[in-house]
Each structure stands twice: as structure tokens, then as C-alpha cells.
């Protein structure tokens, strides 16, 4: 994913946000594939944001160890050591979870001076006392005892481990006084009133912090949180063991001093600004605050505070193949101060992420890079213009790989490209199955070249022999087991069997019966379809009829001869036969209709 982009800025974020995989990634990219990383300051960042002794900061060109000039107060720090049988899991690289505990109680010590204390005690059921409170120089060259804790018993009793360690720290005349307490986030038994015993250590100025071997969804994750919380500490989970030594280290970098300097500074800027920009001017408003760190001697400081301390606030540096920037001040927010303001502080925040991208990738005058498929691997070429005297028998080209697969860390490795002919240089690079490369050319003046990703989707063993015939493989592979080969994919739907599938005709049947049912509740109450049907059968009225219009000739016939009397011709009609019934009569289907018409309009 990172290889789409030409730099990363990370601005103001805590570490552990990001996590420890992200970070190793992000390092590794920037160092053998050519990216460029920019890192910002605020409270979230550099040391108080978790960055110390993460894998990130060896990328970074400043760098964040304790030092005692820095330090206005003594520490007295008792660790508490989770020592139950589930230590005794074994984690990659050979060690089991106690090993990894007892390596970061000794970083803990490496990183304290000689004017801090420090005991360890070892909890299961009990809590057993393995070096007493004393002052750090009687301890340095004794690490075999903190080293020497094995795992055994039960699960740590919580209240007795606060207890062992309460009792240690009384009576210390230091400064800080801090409890670090780790155990498993799954198996932390018996706390008992540990409110009560936590808040009489707050009392007496003593803080608790605790790091937990599992994550925030463990069963006991909440106790361990509630214990940080009433303790005035921090609390760090991690399910990867191989993170404890560091969050040793963090809890005790950050318990040890404050790095978050809130006195406004004035930015001093040094000779190298015209390496970051020409357009910048000399002077710029004070930054509202910044993180303490320190220059590394590679590297490069644009800008440094105007104070006793004189930290960098502005500096670069080249990381491998790549490239790091960092401005400890805060970039935006309540603490950017008036630097946020400046007149130019877009030319400024724009530098810098021109420096983070990189200078535009086009190769180098006279040079190809090239990268094709091969069987099992991938082949890169560089291909030379010979005709250029400078460019005849160019030596110290080299390919950085970087590999990664799911869950592992990523692995690099630097191989030199050798002359394949007069005027190419080239090297195959195999593939495993699963596993990405990105491949970056390295030339001699420093200049690199990065590659596009690549990938293969299958393992090397399951590939077509050289110069095989797959078709013809295709179809041995179809006539042994009794199928055919379909080279065409249209004919796949003609050679598809048909075949009967049965259609439940029950829902079609429910929904006529429905629609029947209303419409028989229509036709009861309007009587629609039976008034149609009545009209079209019955025939139309004699009244209704309109005779023939006689010709004159007709109607003169039609006058009665002489002796005829007038009255005949308005005879009455015959009566009606006996059996009809009278015209005037309506039977009571009709009569009922008729009165529902009439409601109904």
C-alpha cells in the first residue's frame, strides 16, 4: 500500500494508534525503498506520544533517551513482575513471555541514573521480593537476578503485588515515586480492596502504572484499567510479547520527565535553510511549544530553540534509501502559537512536505530500469547508454529488496547488479508464493530508482515447466478423468445438461385465492359484473325499436279503402295470455338490486 505514495506524514499521533507493525513498515520503507517520512510535535508525539524505542525511531533524525541535565527530580520505580504459569508460553525467537518481562525490567534499569532507586518483585500468589529498593549504581552489573525470574504458581494476586511494591517505595525521599505493574490482562485474581490501597499509595505521592499482557477485551482488561486510572498512571495492553521491553521503557520515559515543553520559543534558524527552502525569511514568531529532543550527529538541524536547551525544532536527514524531516513544534492547534501565523508558515509546512515526497522520480540521464516477470521471480535490467564515457563500466549499482508477508516483519536485503553484456546490467530476484517485493535501484551518486510492487500468486513448485505446452496439458489433464476441454467459453452453455427443476405452484395458487376473495367482496356489494352480463343478454324494448320510415308509396297504400271504418285501425291489442305475469311486477333479486344502486348513486 505504501508503495502508491512518495511520503508519510504523521502529524501529532500517539504510537500506539498507528501500532508497532505499522511502525516497523513504515521504517523499513523509508530505508531500503526510497520513501520519506515527516513527524510533527504535540502531545501525542515523539516521546510523550510512545515513539521512544519504537521501530520507528531509528528512522527519525533526532532522538529521545533520558538525560540527566534534563531531569529536575529523583525516580524511585518498583517493578512488579505477573511471574503465574501462563509466562511460561513461549513466543517467537526461542524466549517465553517472562523472558521478554524480565528484559524490559532491565531496560528499565539501563535507563535510570545513578541518582534513581529501583527494586523488582516477582508476584504469583505471593509476592517474593527479588532485588530490594536501592540506588541504581549498587544494581548495574547484577542483572542476572532480574533475568533469573522463572515462571511458576498460579495466577498474580493483584492486591498483594500493589501491597509488596507500596511497601518497598515507602520511606524513598525521591522525587517520583512509581509502581509498574504487568500481568496478564486474562488470569489477574484476588484484587481485594485495592481502591482503598491504591488511593492510600495516591496519598503518599506514589503512581501506578500498568502494562497488560493481552488486549482491552480480556476478562480482567477493566481492572487493570481501573487500577492506572485511580493510580494517576498510564495503562498499555499489547497481545504481541515482544512489545513489553519497549512499553517498559515508555512508562518509565514517561514517568521520568515531561518532553512536552510549554514555554513559548523562539526559533533560531541555522545556515542549512536554504537546504529546506530559499524562500523562507531568517526570522519567525515564537513556536507555543515544542518536544525535547536531541540531534542526531547525521543529521542536519534547520531550525533549533532559542533557550537553554537549544532542541532542534526543524531537522533532516537521510535514512537509507530514503528520507526523515521532523518539526517538533505543533503544525496546527491550541499550542502552535504564533508560529502557526506566520506570514509564511505555508511556505514553511509546504517545504517540508516537499522534502518528505522526494524529488520527482524520472530515472537517471542514460539509465533504464526495467523490471518482467520471470518463471519464479522477477527480473530487473538496467539498461546503460555506453556511448557516454561516464556511464562505460559503471560500477556499485545495487537493488534494494524489501519483502513482507502477512504477519511477518519485513525482510531486506541489498544485492549488487552485475554486467549481463556491454551495455546491460541485470539480476534475477526468486519469489515465494504470498510473499511481496518492491525492488528500488541504488546508483552510485546516491540517487535511487524505486520499482512497482510485485507478487506471485502461487508457489514456485507449482509452476509450468519451461517450454511446456499448456493446452496440450489442459487436455490430457480432461481426457484422464473423463471430462472434455472446453477452449471456448461459449460453448460451456451449451454443453450444460438440461435437466427438470421443480416449481412450487402453492404461493401462485394462495395469491389467486386472495384476489378471487376480494373480488367476490366487490361484486356482493356493487353488483358490477352481474349488471354487465344482464345488459348484453337482455334484448332491447319494443318501445326502443324505431320503425321504418314508409315510403310514399307505402303510406299511400296504407290509406283504408272506402267502406273501411275509421276505428279499426285503433283496435286495442289482444289481451295477455293468463300464465305472464304483470309488466308492472319486480321480483325481490331485481328489487333489491335496484335499492342498492340507488344507495350506492
Not at 270 to 290: I, N
Not at 291 to 317: G, I, S
Not at 319 to 344: L, N, Y
Request: glycine content about 10%; proline content about 8%; some cysteine.
Amino acid at each position: 500500500a505504501l508503495a502508491g505514495y512518495a511520503g508519510v506524514v504523521i502529524e501529532n499521533t500517539r504510537a500506539d494508534r498507528l501500532g508497532a507493525g505499522a511502525l516497523q513498515m513504515i521504517e523499513a520503507w523509508v530505508r531500503h525503498a526510497g520513501g520519506g517520512l515527516l513527524l510533527t510535535g504535540g502531545r501525542n508525539a515523539f516521546g510523550v506520544g510512545g515513539y521512544y524505542r519504537s521501530a520507528l525511531e531509528p528512522a527519525l533524525p533526532v532522538t529521545m533517551e533520558l538525560r540527566r541535565e534534563h531531569r529536575k527530580f529523583s525516580m524511585a520505580i518498583v517493578v512488579a513482575l505477573d511471574r503465574s504459569g501462563s509466562m511460561m508460553a513461549s513466543v517467537p525467537g526461542g524466549k517465553t513471555k517472562m523472558d521478554l518481562a524480565n528484559l524490559g525490567t532491565v531496560e528499565v534499569l539501563n535507563m535510570l541514573s545513578g541518582q534513581d532507586e529501583m527494586g523488582v518483585i516477582a508476584v504469583d500468589s505471593l509476592a517474593h521480593v527479588v532485588v530490594n529498593r536501592a540506588p541504581v549504581d549498587t544494581l548495574r552489573g547484577d542483572e542476572r537476578r532480574i533475568l533469573g525470574i522463572q515462571s511458576m504458581g498460579g495466577g498474580i494476586f493483584i492486591y498483594e503485588a500493589l501491597k509488596a511494591a507500596a511497601r518497598e517505595l515507602n520511606g524513598s525521599t525521591a522525587g517520583v515515586r512509581h509502581i509498574l505493574l504487568f500481568a496478564d490482562a486474562a488470569d489477574s485474581e484476588e484484587p481485594g480492596n485495592y481502591q482503598a490501597l491504591v488511593a492510600t499509595a495516591a496519598a503518599a505521592g506514589i503512581t501506578v502504572s500498568v502494562v497488560g499482557l493481552g488486549t482491552p477485551a480480556d476478562s480482567d482488561a477493566a481492572l487493570l484499567k481501573d487500577i492506572a486510572e485511580r493510580g494517576g498512571g498510564r495503562c498499555f495492553f499489547t497481545d504481541n510479547a515482544q512489545e513489553v521491553p519497549r512499553l517498559f521503557a515508555q512508562d518509565t520515559f514517561m514517568v521520568a520527565r515531561n518532553t512536552w515543553v510549554t514555554n513559548a520559543a523562539v526559533p533560531r534558524f541555522t545556515v542549512a535553510l536554504p537546504q529546506l527552502s530559499d524562500a523562507l525569511p531568517s526570522e519567525a514568531p515564537p513556536v507555543g511549544g515544542y518536544n525535547l529532543c536531541y540531534l542526531r550527529p547525521e543529521a542536519t538541524a534547520v531550525a533549533v530553540t532559542r533557550d537553554e536547551n537549544e532542541a532542534p525544532l526543524v531537522a533532516l536527514r537521510r535514512h537509507g534509501t530514503g528520507r526523515s524531516a521532523v518539526f517538533t513544534g505543533e503544525a496546527d492547534g491550541a499550542e502552535a502559537g504564533a508560529f502557526a501565523r506566520w506570514s509564511a508558515a505555508g511556505e514553511f509546512y509546504g517545504a517540508l512536505a516537499r522534502y518528505c515526497a522526494g524529488p520527482r522520480q524520472e530515472g537517471v540521464e542514460g539509465l533504464l530500469a526495467l523490471q518482467t516477470p520471470i518463471p519464479g521471480g522477477v527480473r530487473i535490467t538496467v539498461y546503460a547508454d555506453t556511448r557516454r564515457s561516464e556511464l562505460r563500466g559503471l560500477n556499485d549499482v545495487a537493488v534494494e529488496t524489501l519483502r513482507h508477508q502477512p504477519g511477518l516483519p519485513p525482510r531486506s536485503e541489498r544485492l549488487p547488479l552485475p554486467w549481463r553484456t556491454a551495455d546491460t546490467m541485470a539480476i534475477d530476484i526468486p519469489l515465494t508464493g504470498g510473499e511481496t517485493l518492491l525492488a528500488t535501484v541504488v546508483y552510485p551518486d546516491g540517487r535511487s530508482e524505486s520499482l512497482p510492487p510485485v507478487c506471485q500468486p502461487y508457489s514456485p513448485e507449482h509452476a509450468p515447466a519451461a517450454g511446456s505446452d499448456g493446452a496440450a496439458a489442459l487436455a490430457a489433464l480432461a481426457e484422464a478423468t473423463g471430462g472434455a476441454q472446453l477452449a471456448d467459453v461459449g460453448s460451456v452453455w451449451e454443453a450444460i445438461p438440461r435437466g427438470r427443476r421443480h416449481v412450487p405452484l402453492a404461493p401462485f395458487f394462495y395469491l389467486l385465492a386472495a384476489v378471487l376473495f376480494l373480488f367476490e367482496v366487490f361484486e356482493r356489494r356493487t353488483g358490477w359484473l352481474d349488471g354487465r352480463l344482464r345488459r348484453r343478454a337482455a334484448p332491447p324494448a319494443a318501445s326502443d325499436a324505431q320503425p321504418p320510415t314508409p315510403s310514399p308509396s307505402a303510406a299511400a297504400a296504407s290509406v283504408p279503402l272506402s267502406g273501411t271504418p275509421a276505428a279499426a285501425a285503433s283496435a286495442p291489442p289482444p289481451a295477455p295470455s293468463a300464465g305472464a305475469p304483470a309488466a308492472a311486477e319486480e321480483s325481490p333479486l331485481a328489487r333489491a338490486k335496484r335499492r342498492a344502486r340507488e344507495r350506492t348513486g
